[in-house]
């Protein structure tokens, strides 16, 4: 490869800034995920060992997340122009306290230090400023954001079918994956590696899992031989915890608006060795079938994913008024219909991934002032600096006998 820097013995390669860019462009541009861009990109020049792969994704991640702050650096407008984002990866390897090549885009670079604003220096959008603070207030909003701002740690849920925590954690030592045991059934990987592709994932042994989305399946209060009702299953990564703590009895019925959004849990229920999982595709088919019928029911409902910035930092720059507006409209028309699925007697938990109270107990108090025959039993709010893990919220209601 030509035109290459030297940085502290590591020799930057223009193609690998070039990636970078490339990356930088799909997400700002494009709207797409950055963790999705990350993964496509760095698999997609197999020369690239595993030190140009970090390097190519520290990279990512770090300039979308503070991509605000930067720009401010510099001293110069947002650009999409493949020279100002080079510029802008200069900016973000000099905040790093990393040398530069000397390459014509760096001519006269530097760091401009004057006093920046708290939105400016958080990296983060004015609209997207405004709703924190008036949703959370300011002290809680900038705690919950400066938490979000810090790389996010790696969790997963032992598969209980196969295994306990403590002999996943000694596999995972045995594999060369450094890991330490949370609460419950959760392992925090300390050293980030390929986990697809060891042989205690291919076994089925654990799914890769949020720590606090582990917290929701558990929610729900569940007995074995249940008839339990997932109706925004979505991955299914919920789906399969359900099985678990039910021993792998009773029955799931997984479902969701978007079939194409069950596409993977069948492949991954299989892996896992659940046999009491039902996948309904269509689910106009799950209320004709089992209106009144379930004892639990997951109402893991689409969200901003304002709680889980951590891992998407470009939703710093996405979340606005209508996107909360249209987010608690689809809330409650999906409580609205799901109160019909549910027993009397039972019990339901409905969860997002957001912060906001707009989207989370302002639905559920929507729902119990349009359903007298609920009430809520218990609720949780997960904030990022909680559990080094997302911002979750969970409601269990009971539907009165």
Not at 82 to 104: E, S, V
Not at 239 to 251: C, D, F, I, V, Y
């Amino acid at each position: 490869m030509q035109d290459t820097g030297k940085q502290k013995g590591l020799r930057v390669h223009r193609q690998l800034v070039e990636a970078i860019v490339s990356g930088l462009k799909r997400i700002f541009l494009n709207a797409e995920r950055s963790d999705k861009v990350v993964h496509e990109i760095i698999r997609s020049d197999r020369r690239w060992g595993s030190r140009d792969r970090n390097f190519i994704a520290s990279a990512i991640f770090d300039i979308t997340r503070f991509r605000r702050k930067y720009w401010n650096d510099l001293g110069e407008t947002e650009s999409s122009e493949t020279p100002a984002l080079i510029r802008l990866w200069g900016a973000y390897q000099l905040r790093i306290g990393m040398a530069i090549p000397d390459w014509p885009e760096f001519k006269n670079i530097g760091i401009i230090d004057v006093a920046a604003p708290w939105k400016v220096v958080a990296s983060v959008a004015d609209e997207t400023d405004n709703i924190g603070r008036i949703e959370l207030g300011n002290e809680m909003w900038e705690r919950s954001l400066d938490a979000m701002n810090i790389p996010a740690s790696l969790f997963v849920r032992a598969n209980t079918l196969k295994t306990s925590v403590k002999k996943l954690s000694d596999i995972l030592i045995k594999e060369g994956i450094e890991s330490r045991i949370e609460e419950g059934d959760c392992v925090c990987i300390i050293e980030k590696k390929k986990l697809n592709e060891s042989p205690s994932h291919k076994k089925g042994m654990f799914e890769i899992q949020d720590r606090s989305s582990q917290l929701v399946a558990p929610y729900l209060e569940l007995e074995s031989e249940m008839l339990v009702g997932d109706i925004c299953a979505g991955g299914g990564g919920k789906t399969l915890h359900l099985s678990a703590l039910m021993k792998n009895r009773g029955k799931i019925i997984a479902t969701d608006i978007s079939a194409g959004r069950l596409a993977n849990l069948e492949k991954r229920a299989e892996r896992a060795g659940l046999k009491n999982v039902e996948i309904i595709k269509d689910i106009a088919e799950v209320f004709e079938k089992y209106s009144g019928q379930f004892d639990r029911l997951l109402i893991d409902a689409p969200c901003s994913g304002s709680g889980t910035i951590r891992r998407e930092p470009e939703k710093k720059y996405r979340i606005n008024v209508e996107m909360i507006r249209q987010m608690s409209k689809t809330q409650s028309e999906i409580l609205d219909k799901a109160a019909i699925l549910l027993k009397p007697g039972g019990k339901m938990v409905y969860a997002t991934c957001s912060i906001f109270p707009s989207e989370n107990r302002k639905s559920i108090d929507d729902f119990l002032n349009a359903h007298s025959g609920f009430e809520l039993e218990a609720e949780r709010s997960i904030m990022p600096y909680d559990l080094d893990s997302d911002g979750f919220y969970m409601a269990r209601l009971t539907k009165r006998a």
